[in-house]
T-cell receptor, first 114, second 111 residues
Framework: NAGVTQTPKFQVLKTGQSMTLQCAQD?????MYWYRQDPGMGLRLIYY???????DKGEVPNGYNVSRLNKREFSLRLESAAPSQTSVYFC?????????????FGSGTRLTVV | TQLLEQSPQFLSIQEGENLTVYCNSS?????LQWYRQEPGEGPVLLVT?????EVKKLKRLTFQFGDARKDSSLHITAAQPGDTGLYLC???????????FGQGTELSVKP
C-alpha cells in the first residue's frame, strides 16, 4: 500500500549512542516532517522539509539533525541520545502549499534511551 | 507560540452515549483538521474544515468549525467501542503553513 514507511519500529539506545531514523514516502509528496509524541503533549514538530533540498527547524529541534536525501526520503539523526529523547517518533508527508491536504503519517518508531 | 487547546483530555463513556470534543485557539485558522490515532499507529486524517460555520458529517461523527474560525468541535453520536482512540485536532494559521496539533483527547468507549 502507498504511504509512509518508517524504520525501525522499536529501538533501545544507551545514553550517548547515536542512531538514524529512516522515513520514505511513495506518494510523490513535496513536504516531509518529523514529529515526536509524548503523553499529554500531542505531536511536536522537530524538523521539516518543505521541498527537496530544504530543511527547517520546528518547535523542538535541539539534539536532532535531519537530511532530505531525495524527494522520497527524510531521515532524523540523534547524535548523542539522552533519556529526554525517549519518545515515539512519527514521520509524515504532505503536498506543499495546499492547505486543504492533510498529512500522511508513518506508523512510528518507539525509542527508549536508557 | 500558537496554542491549540483540546478538551477534555480524557473521556471514558459507555457504548451508546454521545460525546463532544472541543478544540480552541485565540488565533484564527485558515483551515482545521481532525485526526484519529489508534494504539501503535500514526494519526489518520478524518476531515478538513475551511469555512467558518462549516459542518461536516462522517457517519456518526459531526465536525463543526466555529463562525470566527477560532474553534472546532467533534461530536460522536451513539459511541461504539470501535471509536476508542486518540482524537487530535490540528490547525493551519495561514494557507500552506505547517500544521499545529492539539494535545489530543483520549476516548475510551466501554461495551
Amino acid at each position: 500500500n502507498a504511504g509512509v514507511t518508517q524504520t525501525p519500529k522499536f529501538q533501545v539506545l544507551k545514553t550517548g549512542q547515536s542512531m538514524t531514523l529512516q522515513c520514505a514516502q511513495d506518494m510523490n509528496h513535496n513536504s516531509m516532517y518529523w514529529y515526536r509524541q509524548d503523553p499529554g503533549m500531542g505531536l511536536r514538530l522537530i524538523y521539516y522539509s518543505a521541498s527537496e533540498g530544504t530543511t527547517d527547524k520546528g518547535e523542538v529541534p535541539n539534539g536532532y539533525n535531519v537530511s532530505r536525501l531525495n524527494k522520497r526520503e527524510f531521515s532524523l539523526r540523534l547524535e548523542s541520545a539522552a533519556p529526554s529523547q525517549t519518545s515515539v517518533y512519527f514521520c509524515a508527508s504532505s503536498e506543499y502549499g495546499l492547505g486543504l491536504y492533510g498529512y500522511t503519517f508513518g506508523s512510528g518508531t518507539r525509542l527508549t534511551v536508557v | 507560540t500558537q496554542l491549540l487547546e483540546q478538551s477534555p483530555q480524557f473521556l471514558s463513556i459507555q457504548e451508546g452515549e454521545n460525546l463532544t470534543v472541543y478544540c480552541n485557539s485565540s488565533s484564527v485558522f485558515s483551515s482545521l483538521q481532525w485526526y484519529r490515532q489508534e494504539p501503535g499507529e500514526g494519526p489518520v486524517l478524518l476531515v478538513t474544515v475551511v469555512t467558518g460555520g462549516e459542518v461536516k458529517k462522517l457517519k456518526r461523527l459531526t465536525f463543526q468549525f466555529g463562525d470566527a474560525r477560532k474553534d472546532s468541535s467533534l461530536h460522536i453520536t451513539a459511541a461504539q467501542p470501535g471509536d476508542t482512540g486518540l482524537y487530535l485536532c490540528a490547525g493551519r494559521y495561514n494557507q500552506g503553513g505547517k500544521l499545529i496539533f492539539g494535545q489530543g483527547t483520549e476516548l475510551s468507549v466501554k461495551p
